[in-house]
Structure formats: C-alpha cells, structure tokens
C-alpha cells in the first residue's frame, strides 16, 4: 500500500500536483482544480493536527463495516460523500492552495507516523500513523486521477 511516509511515493504524489493546472479538466464531480486542491488540505490537516476532529456518530456506526474497503488497496468510488467540513464551494487561488497542500504534505511527513496516529479521523476515529500515511495518499491519489493527473 502506498504511502506518504514513503519517500518515493510521496515525490510522486508532489510531482502529480506540480503538473495539475488551475484549468484543469475534472473527470467527475463538481469540484474545479483549486477547489479539490482545498479539499485535500482540509483533510490533510486533519492528519497533522491543524484541524482537529471528533469521530462523527455514523463513521462510529458505519466505520467497521467500511474500514477495510477505505484503508485497502481498492480506490475510492467516484462521487462518494464527503465531511461537510471539507467541501469547498467557493473560488479559490489556485497556486496559494496547491503549495498549502504541498507543505501540508511535508509538515505530516515532518511529524512524523507517531505524531498522526494521534489524530481523530472524522469518519473513522483513530488510526495508525502507517494508516494516515495511507489514506491521505490514495485520498490525494483518488483526486488526482479525477482530473488525469
């Protein structure tokens, strides 16, 4: 499973955002570029502990019978729900979010595994470091791929 505690995957990820445009064609979804680059941070900050969460009553409910399909290899569906919290609906500057998310990035590898694992997850609730690392890596690489990046 990919991670960004892993340096090559997290240097391809990096790279993939530095080749996404403003202007860039979504596959799905109703998010522009820059948008979905602010909605990656916003769940990124989640993990380094800028944006702290409590566990939400149904990811307490629903979260054992999705942890497994969520945190594995198989990528998430298109047009799936997505925390309130993290939805972004107005414009944004698109370079200023792109480099956020880019030391956002950082700043979780920086900190480190230990220092994630002590984070909540708003759906899931506690999670590994190596469980972070992952989810915010496919979560990036799932949105990525929405714009062929």
Same mark, same amino acid.
């Given at each position: 499973?990919?991670?960004?505690?892993?340096?090559?995957?997290?240097?391809?990820?990096?790279q993939?955002?530095?080749?996404?445009?403003?202007?860039?064609?979504?596959?799905?979804?109703?998010?522009?570029?820059s948008q979905?680059?602010?909605?990656? #941070?916003? @769940?990124? +900050?989640?993990?380094?502990?800028?944006?702290?969460?409590?566990?939400?009553?149904?990811?307490?409910? !629903? /979260?054992?019978?999705?942890?497994?399909?969520?945190?594995?290899?198989?990528?998430?569906?298109?047009?799936?729900?997505?925390?309130?919290?993290?939805?972004?609906?107005?414009?944004?500057?698109?370079?200023?979010?792109?480099?956020?998310l880019?030391?956002?990035?950082?700043?979780?590898?920086?900190?480190?595994? #230990?220092? @994630?694992? +002590?984070?909540?997850?708003?759906?899931?609730?506690?999670?590994?470091g190596?469980?972070?690392?992952? !989810? /915010?890596?496919k979560h990036?690489?799932?949105?990525?791929?929405?714009?062929?990046?």
């Amino acid at each position: 499973m990919k991670t960004l505690f892993e340096p090559a995957d997290r240097e391809s990820i990096q790279q993939r955002l530095l080749t996404l445009r403003a202007d860039s064609a979504r596959g799905w979804g109703k998010m522009n570029a820059s948008q979905m680059v602010t909605h990656c #941070a916003r @769940a990124l +900050e989640t993990g380094t502990g800028d944006r702290p969460m409590k566990q939400k009553f149904i990811g307490k409910i !629903l /979260m054992p019978f999705f942890r497994s399909s969520m945190l594995g290899e198989k990528p998430f569906k298109r047009d799936s729900p997505t925390d309130p919290s993290f939805v972004v609906t107005d414009e944004r500057d698109f370079v200023a979010e792109r480099q956020k998310l880019l030391e956002l990035i950082d700043r979780l590898v920086e900190r480190g595994p #230990a220092a @994630a694992a +002590e984070q909540t997850h708003a759906f899931f609730g506690k999670l590994s470091g190596q469980e972070w690392g992952e !989810l /915010m890596y496919k979560h990036i690489d799932h949105h990525l791929q929405q714009f062929g990046v």
